[in-house]
């Protein structure tokens, strides 16, 4: 199985700061279509999980574009370019490549 | 706005079988791939099962495989999870969700708000 990893695990942000994700595969995510095969979900307190980015970089309808998915291969980043409030959660990557899809551990994101 | 909503959750003794159900609204599941994430309590986001739009192909985790069966059924708009010869760590809240991409098996889009299982004697 892929393995997905995330730093950090645990971030700290001022709002209005820019945040940064990041997330590696133990295999490339790249299919010969030239598409990369990982989205990023947050789950809030209490809620479901949402979906902000697929395919690496393609922001899901209704998501603020302060949110912004980058890479390719094995290296990813998630940014929030001004945090706010309301941005508080745990961030997961997850390779949507190969059977059995893997998520990663999750970055659980505050604020100070 | 598409709805989900999971039911059939519950206390059950080890060995035993639940199954789950996940109700679709206000679109056709018939057109998307479905799939059902986990969640034990306190950590991450496992991924179950999924399914093809037309229940021609399953995929299962190695932990459920053998135990748990994804099926669907179009015509009553709804999604099932048959989970038997249950285990302790299969306790979990357990989400289905779709797929924002028709023709895709990931970019889960839409999620239900959970039905909680708990496995213990």
């Known amino acids: 199985d892929i393995v997905m990893t995330q730093s950090p695990l645990s971030l700290s942000v001022t709002p209005g700061e820019a945040a940064s994700i990041s997330c590696r595969s133990s295999?490339?995510?790249?299919?010969?279509?030239?598409?990369?095969?990982l989205d990023w979900y947050v789950q809030k307190p209490g809620q479901s999980p949402q979906l902000l980015i697929y395919m690496a970089s393609n922001r899901a309808s209704g998501v603020p574009d302060r949110f912004s998915g980058s890479g390719s291969g094995t290296d990813f980043t998630l940014k929030i370019s001004k945090v706010e409030p309301e941005d508080i959660g745990f961030y997961y990557c997850?390779?949507?490549?190969?059977?059995?899809?893997?998520f990663g551990p999750g970055t659980k994101v505050d604020i100070k | 706005e598409v709805q989900l909503v999971e039911s059939g959750g519950g206390l059950v003794q080890p060995g035993g079988s639940l199954r789950l159900s996940c109700a679709a609204s206000r679109f056709s599941i018939s057109s998307y791939w479905m799939t059902w994430v986990r969640q034990a309590p306190g950590k991450g986001l496992e991924w179950v099962a999924n399914?093809?739009?037309?229940?021609?192909?399953?995929f299962y985790v190695d932990s459920v495989k053998g135990r748990f069966t994804i099926s669907r059924d179009n015509a009553k708009n709804s999604l099932y999870l048959q989970m038997n010869t249950l285990r302790a760590d299969d306790t979990a809240v357990y989400f289905c969700?779709?797929?924002?991409?028709?023709?895709?098996?990931?970019?889960?889009?839409?999620w239900g708000q959970g039905t909680l299982v708990t496995v213990s004697s």
């Open positions: 997850m390779q949507v490549l190969e059977i059995s899809f893997t």
């Open positions: 295999q490339s995510l790249l299919h010969s279509n030239g598409n990369n095969y």
């Open positions: 969700a779709k797929s924002h991409l028709i023709g895709s098996n990931g970019d889960l889009q839409h």
């Open positions: 399914i093809k739009e037309d229940g021609s192909q399953k």
